[in-house]
């Protein structure tokens, strides 16, 4: 095999072949199989999409009501699990316990490597099912409060939205919410996305790939930027505080949650989106501080990048903190809630990467020593 260069982090790296979703940076574009995310986002949903991920084409009428009933029929998790979660320290991050949860999936419907492209299918909507359950019931749990059933008369947006706060939400907000998940949805060779296939290469199950990709999640420089975008909008406090605030952030090479991107070159185009939604539901709150706190923010960035030649540009993360706050979530529900939504993805990566599999295996830079003479320990210093 020829040698390859060296790229730290894989930056740049093509490690597969794909054909779920592309994005392109420099433009600042992405398209689910093909079809591009604004137009996905004014007219479809999340259901949709997520059919769209995982069969590789949209559905015709039958075929997303039939996966509709789907996604409903499937929302209950097993019993031990509910039991277990009861169980979890309240302390534990939800994150931890969803991640827990999920490999918990594989231990009552026990995944074979004989197991065919369908029943994994079916496992994938499973999954994208009770994602949300798993996070409400423990969410309810740490809160303290009784878990709230899966409620079949709501969609998926809107049920998942009733079981964490106990209540329905309006059309509005549940539309909102959809939108939200279907742009979380997919986004290719992600640190994720990349970690699940990674795992699933190896031909381990889909329960265990998805946990590790739920694990990769976590980190904020991934999914938990947003919970750190909306602590650092909130406490800089006031458009007037921006200057100051950017100027120390800078000078301390603080990095600015929510900004800034791998791939994307110029702004994210689900940030785009956000923005819209965002300042739609501020002004019918009647509070867009942190809004405008966030786009002054973004126009230093872009003064200060443009004078040094760097892109550095808001990404997904940088305004859906401040949107799911007004929509009254909790930010430690952030990055799970990312994960309801990106399940999506990450299955269906899962499934496309087993027909034709090849396991991941980079090599590394040695940087240490070479034959070095053993010491024996009485000889040390
Ligand atoms: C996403 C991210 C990890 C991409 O990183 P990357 O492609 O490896 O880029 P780097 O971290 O190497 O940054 C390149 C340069 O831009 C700067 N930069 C990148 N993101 C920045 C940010 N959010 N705020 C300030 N500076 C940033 C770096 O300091 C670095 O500057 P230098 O060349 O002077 O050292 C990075 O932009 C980041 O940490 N962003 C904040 C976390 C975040 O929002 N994550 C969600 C991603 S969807």
Not at 217 to 228: I, V
Not at 252 to 273: C, E, F, L, N, Q
Not at 360 to 373: Q, S
Request: proline share 4%; net charge neutral.
């Amino acid at each position: 095999m020829a040698e390859v260069s060296y790229a730290r982090g894989l930056a740049g790296v093509i490690a597969d072949e794909s054909k779920i979703c592309v994005i392109d940076g420099v433009k600042g574009e992405l398209y689910y199989m093909g079809y591009p995310i604004q137009e996905l986002a004014e007219k479809s949903n999340f259901t949709e999409a997520s059919y769209l991920l995982i069969y590789g084409k949209l559905p015709s009428k039958t075929q997303l009501e039939n996966f509709r009933a789907e996604l409903t029929k499937n929302r209950e998790i097993p019993k031990f699990i509910e039991e277990t979660i009861k169980k979890f320290p309240k302390k534990t991050h939800p994150m931890t316990a969803l991640q827990t949860c999920v490999a918990m999936l594989g231990m009552e419907d026990i995944p074979s490597e004989k197991d065919s492209r369908e029943t994994n299918q079916k496992r994938s909507v499973k999954l994208i099912a009770q994602f949300p359950t798993l996070v409400a019931y423990f969410a309810r749990h740490r809160e303290g409060k009784d878990i709230v059933k899966p409620n079949s008369d709501l969609c998926h947006a809107a049920n998942f939205l009733y079981m964490l706060n106990g209540e329905a939400p309006t059309d509005e907000i549940a539309k909102m919410f959809d939108t939200c998940l279907l742009l979380h949805a997919e986004h290719t060779f992600n640190a994720s996305t990349f970690t699940g296939r990674v795992v699933a290469a190896t031909l381990a199950d889909l329960y265990t790939s998805v946990s590790a990709a739920t694990g990769a999640l976590f980190g904020p420089l991934h999914g938990g930027a947003n919970e750190k975008a909306l602590e650092m909008a909130k406490s800089i406090g006031s458009v007037d505080n921006v200057d100051k605030w950017f100027d120390e952030a800078m000078a301390s090479k603080t990095k600015i949650m929510g900004m800034g991107h791998r791939v994307y070159k110029t702004i994210d185009p689900r940030a785009k989106i956000l923005k819209g939604l965002l300042l739609d539901l501020s002004k019918k709150a009647g509070n867009t501080n942190q809004l405008e706190v966030l786009d002054k923010l973004a126009e230093k960035m872009a003064e200060k990048v443009k004078a040094e030649g760097k892109e550095i540009w808001p990404n997904v993360d940088y305004f859906s903190g401040t949107l799911y706050e007004l929509m009254g979530i909790d930010s430690i529900y952030f990055t799970p809630i990312f994960a309801v939504a990106r399940v999506a993805g990450w299955s269906a990566h899962i499934l496309e990467l087993w027909t034709d599999n090849k396991l991941y295996r980079p090599k590394c830079l040695y940087t240490g020593d070479i034959d070095l003479k053993y010491v024996d320990i009485a000889d040390r210093a």
